[in-house]
């Protein structure tokens, strides 16, 4: 299995502030990684795929980037609606896949 | 709109099985996409459990492979999920969801159903 570590696991952040979350596989996943926001009671949602592509829909504060076996998530000015709990997930083979154990961005 | 609903026993006893089911509606499963299964235990990140790719390949989590059956009814627009001798680590929400094995969103899950919590009761 590859495993994805994500850090880190909870994060204390402002309105305003740039917020970066780090993934990192155990082995290379070349751009196979996803990031998805999952709100209190919600399915999880995607907002960028092949490590740095947006998700139509999604605001351009959130960016990603990382080859190989690290990434980041990266919101550029954090917003109300963006307190939520963010995911990634490698999809190196489709037939085995994995999440990372996730990062809740909480109100500072 | 795709949409995905989760139906099944929101409790189960120890060393039995759970079963659920995923009804599509708004695209016909029998089309291009995988369908698969996500669980989130209370408090926890997401476990892939399994995906049904093509109507008839399953791929599975390997810790969970040996206890996991995964088919689709295409009269229906269904796909289903059997996890066998459940114990209370099987204690998730249950979501299921549509995999993008191609096109520009390849290796996402697009659209899911709005999970549904399974108990393991001892």
């Known amino acids: 299995d590859i495993q994805m570590t994500q850090s880190p696991s909870t994060l204390s952040a402002s309105v305003g502030d740039r917020v970066t979350i780090t993934c990192r596989a155990s082995?290379?996943?070349?751009?196979?990684l996803a990031w998805y926001q999952q709100k209190p009671g919600k399915a999880p949602k995607v907002l960028i795929y092949?490590?740095?592509n947006l998700e139509s829909g999604v605001p351009s504060r959130f960016s990603g980037s990382g080859s190989g076996t690290d990434f980041t998530l990266t919101i550029s000015s954090l917003q109300p609606d963006d307190f939520a709990t963010y995911h990634c997930?490698?999809?190196?083979?489709?037939?085995?896949?994995?999440f990372g154990g996730g990062t809740k961005v909480e109100i500072k | 709109q795709v949409q995905l609903q989760e139906s099944g026993p929101g409790l189960v006893r120890a060393s039995e099985t759970l079963s659920l089911t995923c009804t599509v509606f708004?695209?016909?499963?029998?089309?291009?996409?995988?369908w698969g299964w996500i669980r989130q235990p209370p408090g926890k990140g997401l476990e892939w459990i399994g995906s049904?790719?093509?109507?008839?390949?399953?791929y599975c989590h390997p810790p969970l492979k040996s206890r996991t059956t995964m088919s689709v009814d295409m009269s229906k627009n269904q796909f289903s999920l059997n996890l066998d001798s459940v114990t209370a680590a099987d204690t998730a929400v249950y979501y299921c969801?549509?995999?993008?094995?191609?096109?520009?969103?390849?290796?996402?899950?697009?659209?899911w159903g709005q999970g549904t919590l399974v108990t393991v009761s001892s």
């Open positions: 969801a549509r995999f993008c094995n191609g096109g520009n969103s390849y290796g996402t899950w697009d659209y």
């Open positions: 049904i790719c093509h109507g008839a390949t399953v």
């Open positions: 092949k490590a740095s």
């Open positions: 708004g695209y016909s499963i029998s089309s291009d996409y995988c």
């Open positions: 082995q290379s996943i070349n751009k196979w």
């Open positions: 997930q490698q999809y190196n083979s489709y037939s085995l896949l994995t």
